[in-house]
C-alpha cells in the first residue's frame, strides 16, 4: 500500500479540489485565483473538477467562505493520495488509514456529527465502473461505520459539522477533512438532490428549493407575491403551498392544477413582464417577494429587476436566475454577469449570486434592501399596499 502525504513531498503545498458546472469551471479558477494569487491549477481530474495547489489550505478554505465564489460549488482538501486496488475490501483499508493519520482526524470525538462524502470522479473516456468494482454509497456505509466505531462520532448525513472527502478515480484517491461550513456546501460536489414529488409542475421547482436553502432564506407565509415569467407555475406552485397570494406573469398558459386548487389566491396576468410593469408601476400594490425565471439575457433581466425594485416591500427580496451565453473565444459569461450585478446594485443594497446544481447555464440571484433612491420617476407606491 503506498500512501503520499503532499505537504511532505511538494515543497509545502497543499492541495484542494475544486468543483463547478463544466462550462463555467475557467470563471471558477478565475474566482479562486482572484482569491489566492499563488493558486495554480494542476490537473483536470473531471469535467467541472479540478486539482488545485495552494500554500496554505485552512487560510484559503476560510478566504472562500468569507468571499463565497460565485460559480465554485464545492471545496474538499485533498490532503492524502491514496493508491487504490479497486477492491472495495483493500481500499477502505488503506482510505481508513489514510484519514486517520491527519491531524484533523482528532476532531472526531464522541457526539461529533459527521458525514463521509465520496465521490466516483469519472475519466474523460471509459466509464469508471470498468475498474472501480463499488459504489460510493458503499464507500460512504464502510468508512463512516467503522469511524463511528471507533471514535464515537455521530454519522450525520444531513447536517455535518465535520466532512471527511474522499474523491476517486480510477487508480487515485484524494482523501482530506475539514468543517462542512468550508466546503461551500454540505453536499458532496455541491451536489444538493431533492426528491421529486408527485405534485411537482417542473424541474425549475428545485432551482428555487435549492436557492432558498443556499442563501438562508424562508418563504413569507402572508403577503403577496409577483412571479414573472411564470408558466407552467412551478414557482408559483411554491410560493402558493408558503402561503402567499401569487401574481403569475406569463402570456402562455399555466397548469391546470393551479387554477383549479389556488384560484382563490392565484392571479395570472397573461402578458409580458415588461406590460405588466408598466401597469403596476402606478399602483400601490406591493410584494413581499418577486421571483423570476424568464429567458433573457443577464443583463436585460436585471435592467427588468431594477424596475421591479419600485414595488418591493422594503423587507421583502428578489429571487431571479440570470442566464449567461456559452463560453466561446470571444464570450465569457463572468464579464456579463459582472455587468447584469452592476446594474442590480443601482437599485438593491444586498445582491448575491451563486451557480446552483440546478442551474444550467445560468446562476441564480438574491436581492434585498431596495435603495431609498430608486433610479425610476414613476409614482412611489403607497405605504398602504404593504
Not at 60 to 69: K, R
Not at 324 to 341: D, G, M, N, Y
Request: aromatic share 4%; net charge neutral.
Amino acid at each position: 500500500m503506498k500512501v503520499t502525504l503532499y505537504g511532505a513531498n511538494d515543497n509545502n503545498a497543499e492541495r484542494v479540489i475544486a468543483t463547478a458546472q463544466p462550462e463555467f469551471l475557467q470563471p471558477a479558477l478565475a474566482e479562486l485565483q482572484s482569491l489566492c494569487r499563488a493558486l495554480t491549477v494542476e490537473e483536470e481530474l473531471a469535467p467541472g473538477i479540478a486539482l488545485c495547489a495552494v500554500p496554505e489550505i485552512r487560510r484559503f478554505l476560510h478566504q472562500a467562505m468569507e468571499h463565497m465564489p460565485i460559480f465554485v460549488r464545492h471545496l474538499a482538501p485533498a490532503q492524502t493520495i491514496v493508491e487504490l486496488s479497486g477492491t472495495i475490501e483493500d481500499d477502505c483499508v488503506r482510505l481508513a488509514l489514510a484519514l486517520a493519520a491527519l491531524p484533523e482526524f482528532a476532531w472526531l470525538g464522541p457526539g461529533q456529527h459527521f458525514a463521509v462524502q465520496a465521490r466516483l470522479l469519472p475519466p474523460a473516456k471509459q466509464p469508471l465502473a470498468c475498474s472501480l468494482a463499488y459504489t460510493s454509497g458503499q464507500i460512504n456505509q464502510k468508512l463512516a461505520s467503522v469511524i463511528s466505531e471507533e471514535t464515537g462520532a455521530i454519522e450525520s448525513i444531513r447536517k455535518p459539522r465535520i466532512v471527511l472527502s474522499i474523491a476517486l478515480t480510477a487508480e487515485r484517491g484524494f482523501v482530506g477533512i475539514s468543517l462542512a461550513e468550508e466546503n461551500l456546501s454540505s453536499w458532496p460536489g455541491g451536489e444538493r438532490h431533492f426528491a421529486r414529488l408527485p405534485e411537482q409542475i417542473s424541474r425549475a421547482e428545485l432551482k428555487l428549493l435549492e436557492a432558498l436553502e443556499v442563501f438562508n432564506l424562508t418563504l413569507p407565509t402572508g403577503g403577496e407575491a409577483l412571479d414573472l415569467g411564470a408558466a407552467p407555475g412551478g414557482w408559483t406552485r411554491l410560493l402558493l403551498q408558503a402561503g402567499l397570494r401569487v401574481v403569475a406573469v406569463d402570456p402562455a398558459a399555466l397548469a391546470p392544477a393551479l387554477r383549479e386548487e389556488a384560484s382563490s389566491r392565484l392571479e395570472h396576468r397573461r402578458c409580458s413582464a415588461e406590460v405588466y410593469l408598466a401597469e403596476a408601476l402606478h399602483q400601490p400594490r406591493r410584494f413581499a417577494v418577486i421571483t423570476n425565471d424568464m429567458r433573457m439575457d443577464a443583463r436585460d433581466a436585471a435592467r427588468l429587476l431594477v424596475r421591479a425594485a419600485e414595488l418591493l416591500r422594503d423587507d421583502g427580496f428578489v429571487l431571479s436566475v440570470l442566464k449567461l451565453p456559452h463560453v466561446t473565444k470571444r464570450i465569457q459569461p463572468l464579464p456579463v454577469l459582472r455587468e447584469a450585478l452592476g446594474i442590480l446594485q443601482r437599485a438593491y443594497a444586498i445582491v448575491k449570486a451563486r451557480q446552483l446544481f440546478h442551474n444550467r447555464q445560468e446562476v441564480t440571484v438574491v436581492a434585498a434592501s431596495p435603495r431609498q433612491s430608486r433610479p425610476f420617476s414613476g409614482r412611489r407606491p403607497s405605504r398602504a399596499g404593504a
